[in-house]
């Protein structure tokens, strides 16, 4: 059986399960910002000072289409030159609003599900080391890997960092599913021959062919069937 998820969607009675080969994934890989975290609040902030710092007439959701590149990427995307001066204020700035920073609801006893179900956990994102790793420590959960931009590799949509985190575990991609909420991580994904499920809760859209999408962070214990999931528990 194919351990690759089907694009049907969830059923909402009568017990059945997604459409996956549970015991054939066993690693968990996610994107952080939209997926774990609800960030947001803190990108819109960032990007005022940036806007105000350097002059720059391109609104939030300019910005907010290209999340899930590298801050550089991002800026090619954009147009904009001198890339570096508007990072460091974006960090800075960042830094400054982290208390703006949320958990999105059921995620932390989701990846604690998943740990206690022996599933390897590991984080692909392009947020900086040193942001998001205050962010992680919050959710109290031993990740085998984190890879962010500060690592060898192309950024997403490369597959280099979901492939590089796999080498990290001791995994071969067909182990694998990757939670993003972005286009470039269904790509990323795509690339990098890993499963991949649409985190609905999160920031963007995905692409065709259309993925899984999972509804909400407890949605993705029915969909990985870690445990008994009695019906309409979830809902």
């Known amino acids: 059986m194919s351990s690759r998820p089907t694009s049907s ?31 947001r ?19 939030f959701g300019e910005y907010e289409r290209h999340l899930g590149r590298p801050f550089a990427d991002i800026m090619q995307q ?7 001066p508007i990072h460091q204020t974006y960090s800075k700035a960042s830094t400054a609003a982290s208390h703006l920073a949320r958990q999105f609801d059921g995620v932390m ?17 392009s947020k900086p080391l040193s942001r998001a790793t205050p962010l992680l420590a ?3 959960v031993p990740f085998g890997t984190v890879r962010t931009p500060n690592g060898v590799g192309r950024g997403k949509p490369a597959p280099d960092p979901i492939l590089l985190a796999l080498i990290d575990l001791g995994a071969d991609p067909a182990d694998a599913l990757y ?24 920031y963007g859209t ?30």
């Open 41 to 59: 609040p803190v990108m819109e902030r960032a990007w005022h000072q940036v806007r105000k710092d350097h002059g720059l007439d391109v609104p």
């Open 78 to 84: 954009l147009g904009l030159a001198d890339a570096e």
């Open 109 to 125: 006893e989701v990846l604690h599900a998943f740990a206690a179900a022996d599933w390897r956990l590991g984080i692909v994102t």
């Open 179 to 202: 939670v993003g909420d972005m286009a470039v991580d269904q790509e990323a994904a795509r690339r990098a021959g890993v499963s991949y499920v649409h985190a609905g809760w999160g």
């Open 138 to 140: 919050q959710l109290g």
């Open 9 to 39: 969607p969830a059923p909402t009675s009568g017990g059945t399960r997604w459409g996956f080969d549970a015991d054939a994934v066993r690693v968990l890989l996610l994107d952080l910002d939209g997926v774990l975290v609800d960030t």
């Open 206 to 235: 995905p692409s065709p062919p259309a993925p899984v999408v999972a509804a909400s962070p407890k949605e993705l214990l029915r969909l990985m069937d870690t445990g008994p999931i009695l019906e309409g528990s979830l809902v």
